[in-house]
Each structure stands twice: as C-alpha cells, then as structure tokens.
C-alpha cells in the first residue's frame, strides 16, 4: 500500500494544479463580467460625473450590438472598455499598467480554457471599437 501511495501523490498533485489553475483563470475572466460591467456604471455614476458615465455606458451599448452580430468574447470587449476609461478616468500610470496586466492575464486565461481564438479577437476588437466610437460621439455632443 504505501508503493500505491506514493504512485497517486503526484498525479492528486497535478490534480490539484490543474483545478487551482482553472478556477484562477475563471476568476481572472469574471472581471469582464457583464456584472462587473454594471457595478463600474454604478461607480462612476456615484462620482455625478454623467458625460463619462455616458461614455461608458454608449460603449457598452455599442460592444453588445457588435457582440449580437458578430459572436466574440463578451467578457474580454466589457473588459477591455473597463480598463480603457477606467484608466482615462483615474490618470494613474501605475493604475493603467495594473489594469492592462489583469487584462492580459485575462486574455491568456481564455486561451488557457480553450476559448476559440476568433472569438477572443473580436471580442477586444469590437470592445476597443465601441470605446473609440463612445468616447467620439460623447466628446462631439456634450
């Protein structure tokens, strides 16, 4: 018995990695959650600042017309449009550089649980076309 012991601790281990590292990498993706989408709104409309509210808001708008359409990763657009006016929003390097790290995590946590690479790439795609729209249209009318 202790020979049977000894032969199924490394594959309990490996076991066990393999859970934490997928569990890590769901918990990394949910901060692109349309949920975690909803609480920023709620933040900055805290602030009474409406033009970035509206930004933001038009952005999201924007990501689930084009995500209707199109099929990309919804949690990689809300999150990239998170990080983009979060990033304006707070003026801090270090903030930004953060938050573009997370975001990158993201990505390859993603290609960790085998998400079609297409779907990755219009989901940041449509995420970064919907904020440059919203950040246009919101600058021109207020």
């Not at 281990?13 to 709104?41: H, Q, T, V, W, Y």
């Not at 209707?68 to 983009?84: A, E, H």
Request: charged letters at 15%; proline letters at 1%; aromatic letters at 18%.
């Amino acid at each position: 018995m202790i020979l049977g012991d000894n032969l199924e601790f490394p594959f309990l281990l490996e076991m066990k990695i393999k859970n934490f590292l997928k569990e890590s990498a769901r918990d990394i993706i949910a901060l692109g959650s349309p949920i975690f989408f909803i609480l920023a709104l709620a933040r900055i409309s805290i602030t009474e600042n409406y033009t970035y509210l509206g930004k933001v808001a038009l952005a999201g708008f924007l990501f689930l017309v084009l995500i209707y359409f199109f099929k990309g990763n919804i949690r990689l657009g809300f999150g990239i449009i998170i990080v983009v006016f979060l990033s304006i929003y707070y003026g801090d390097l270090k903030f930004a550089i953060f938050a573009f790290l997370i975001y990158i995590t993201a990505i390859v946590s993603l290609v960790y649980l085998k998400e079609e690479k297409s779907r990755i790439i219009k989901g940041i795609f449509f995420g970064l076309i919907s904020t440059g729209i919203s950040w246009f249209v919101v600058e021109k009318l207020f």
